[in-house]
Nanobody, 124 residues
Framework: QVQLVESGGGLVQAGGSLRLSCAAS????????MGWFRQALGKEREFVAA????????SYADSVKGRFTISRDNAKNTVSLEMNTLKPEDTAVYYC?????????????????WGQGTQVTVSS
């Protein structure tokens, strides 16, 4: 079992930056691939970024490549998402998730543990 708690969401103007954090507790954090997903109002939840247990392999959705950076600190059981050059279309609830799958990083169904989400609103 893994418990996840996100923080760092808020309201920001277009072009601005935010840093989301996710604190994990419970099972061995370092064994999990950690991902960030988001869900905008009226839309399905979608993949944003993920990072393997070692931190050496990352994956990003095309829509955020070059603007978002995912990182993790296994000693502190945290994963972060640095979001730069934010756009109004980035507005969503952002979720942290944990997966034991080794064959995929972006498939929502392979993530067994989820946080409660944090709202990010980007104004134009």
């Amino acid at each position: 079992q893994v418990q996840l708690v996100e923080s760092g969401g808020g309201l920001v103007q277009a072009g601005g930056s935010l840093r989301l954090s996710c604190a994990a507790s419970g099972s061995t954090f370092s064994r999990y691939t950690m991902g960030w997903f988001r869900q905008a109002l009226g839309k399905e939840r979608e993949f944003v970024a993920a990072i393997r247990w070692s931190g050496g392999i990352t994956s990003y959705a095309d829509s955020v490549k070059g603007r978002f950076t995912i990182s993790r600190d296994n000693a502190k059981n945290t994963v972060s998402l640095e979001m730069n050059t934010l756009k109004p279309e980035d507005t969503a609830v952002y979720y942290c998730a944990a997966s034991r799958a080794t064959w995929t990083m972006s498939r929502l169904g392979e993530y067994a543990y989820w946080g409660q989400g944090t709202q990010v609103t980007v104004s134009s």
